[in-house]
């Protein structure tokens, strides 16, 4: 196994080995991050790959500084986000605007369903909400910055993080109930 140093050498010199190491090394990984943005398994996959494109294109900007994953994952998301602002015309998000607010949620309720069960309620979310969920609960972006990312107000940002919030609290609570029975 060679060093990240070592690799990044070997891929800017283009050999196709390294450039077959690098994507085995991180691959893993920012799939389970494509997987969390897209819709599905097909949409995953080509933010995958668009990602790795984007990723040996431009593996001559990284600059060492931080770690090497860190700007590979930076890069997946970046191309989860593009891709999100390119389809947004598409997208409608209906049905949940009159989710209701789970006053107390049951305790220990997500003790009870898989991390792919999880994931599954995250995929069903409507596209504006499964991606303002992703970048600030699991990626740690602010209001701020989703809302520079995806040229949306910060209060839309905070809106669709709410109402994502409560349409999994209420599928988390319908789960709950299927699994009572």
Same mark, same amino acid.
């Given at each position: 196994m060679y060093s990240e140093e070592d690799l990044i050498k070997r891929c800017l010199n283009s050999e196709a080995r390294a450039h077959e190491d690098f994507y085995k090394r991180f691959a893993p990984k920012m799939y389970g991050v494509c997987l969390r943005f897209a819709k599905n398994q097909m949409e995953a996959d080509d933010i995958l790959q668009e990602g790795f494109i984007k990723v040996f294109s431009n593996l001559k900007t990284f600059r060492n500084e931080g770690s090497l994953e860190g700007w590979v994952r930076r890069t997946v998301v970046n191309t989860a986000i593009n891709l999100y602002k390119k389809n947004v015309k598409y997208l409608k998000d209906t049905g949940l605007e009159q989710a209701e607010i789970i006053q107390n949620m049951e305790q220990g309720s997500l003790d009870r369903i898989?991390?792919?069960?999880?994931?599954?309620? #995250?995929? =069903? %979310?409507? $596209?504006?909400?499964?991606?303002?969920?992703?970048?600030?609960?699991?990626?740690?972006?602010?209001?701020?910055? #989703?809302? =520079? %990312?995806? $040229?949306?107000?910060?209060?839309?940002?905070?809106?669709?993080?709410?109402?994502a919030r409560q349409a999994l609290q209420r599928k988390i609570s319908e789960l709950n109930t299927d699994y009572s029975k």
């Open positions: 898989s991390v792919e069960e999880l994931l599954n309620l #995250i995929r =069903e %979310l409507p $596209a504006g909400y499964r991606m303002v969920f992703n970048l600030n609960i699991i990626e740690g972006y602010t209001h701020k910055e #989703i809302s =520079e %990312l995806l $040229a949306i107000s910060e209060n839309t940002s905070k809106s669709q993080l709410s109402r």
